[in-house]
C-alpha cells in the first residue's frame, strides 16, 4: 500500500481567512494527483485531477499546486466560508490505483 | 439524476453470517471500485472491475467478494471469514480504469457485525 500523507490531520479556520494544506506522496510513477472534498452526510466530490507537473487549478475559492518531482500538493483556500466546511482526500494514481491519504479536516468558524 | 446509488445506508449483522452490499450507477461507467474506510485511515481499496464480466482484487480483498454481471452494478459481500468488517463502505465508478478520470462516490453503508 503506497504511502499518500496529509497534514495536517485538522485545522480550525477563521471566516474570511485563508488556510493551506498538504499531500504528499510517492515520486515514482506518478500518473495523476486527485484531491476531493467530502462533506459529513454527503458523497466524496471530486475537485481536480491532476496530471502535469507544474499544474495549478482553481475552482472558484479553492486552488491547488502539484510538485511531482518532490511528491507533494498543495491545496489553497482563500477567504474561507462555512461552507468550506469538509475533510479535503486527496489521492495518488499510480498505473495500478488510486491510493488515498486519511484526509485534512477543515472546520470554519463563522 | 445520474449518479451512484448504496443500500442501505445502515446494515447490521451477526457474526459469522454473509452480507451483501449493493451498488448502482447510471452512469454508464466502466470502471468501479470498492472501498472501506476505518477512522484515521484513508479510504483502502478492496475490490475493481474494468469492465463488465471483470474483476480484480485491491489490497484488502482477503474476505470480500464481488461480481460484475452487468454494467450498472458491482455488488459486495464481506463473508463471515473477514476478521473485523465493521467499517463504512464506499463504492465508486469512473469512466474508464486507464485513463486518470475522477472518481464518482456512492453515499456508503456503514456495517456493524456484533
Known amino acids: ?110 | 439524476d445520474g449518479g451512484i446509488t448504496q443500500s442501505p445506508k445502515y446494515l447490521f449483522r451477526k457474526e459469522g453470517q454473509n452480507v451483501t452490499l449493493s451498488c448502482e450507477q447510471n452512469l454508464n461507467h466502466d470502471a468501479m471500485y470498492w472501498y472501506r474506510q476505518d477512522p484515521g485511515q484513508g479510504l483502502r481499496l478492496i475490490y475493481y472491475s474494468q469492465i463488465v464480466n471483470d474483476f480484480q482484487k485491491g489490497d484488502i480483498a482477503e474476505g470480500y467478494s464481488v461480481s460484475r454481471e452487468k454494467k450498472e452494478s458491482f455488488p459486495l459481500t464481506v463473508t463471515s471469514a473477514q476478521k473485523n468488517p465493521t467499517a463504512f463502505y464506499l463504492c465508486a465508478s469512473s469512466i474508464s480504469w486507464i485513463a486518470p478520470n475522477e472518481q464518482y462516490f456512492g453515499p456508503g453503508t456503514r456495517l456493524t457485525v456484533t
Request: charged share 20%; hydrophobic share 30%; with cysteine.
Open chain 1, 1 to 110: 500500500i503506497l504511502n499518500v500523507e496529509q497534514s495536517p490531520q485538522s485545522l480550525h479556520v477563521q471566516e474570511g481567512d485563508s488556510t493551506n494544506f498538504t499531500c504528499s506522496f510517492p515520486s515514482s510513477n506518478f500518473y495523476a494527483l486527485h484531491w476531493y472534498r467530502w462533506e459529513t452526510a454527503k458523497s466524496p466530490e471530486a475537485l481536480f485531477v491532476m496530471t502535469l507537473n507544474g499544474d495549478e487549478k482553481k475552482k472558484g475559492r479553492i486552488s491547488a499546486t502539484l510538485n511531482t518531482k518532490e511528491g507533494y500538493s498543495y491545496l489553497y483556500i482563500k477567504g474561507s466560508q462555512p461552507e468550506d466546511s469538509a475533510t479535503y482526500l486527496c489521492a495518488f494514481k499510480d498505473d495500478y490505483k488510486l491510493s488515498f491519504g486519511a484526509g485534512t479536516t477543515v472546520t470554519v468558524r463563522a
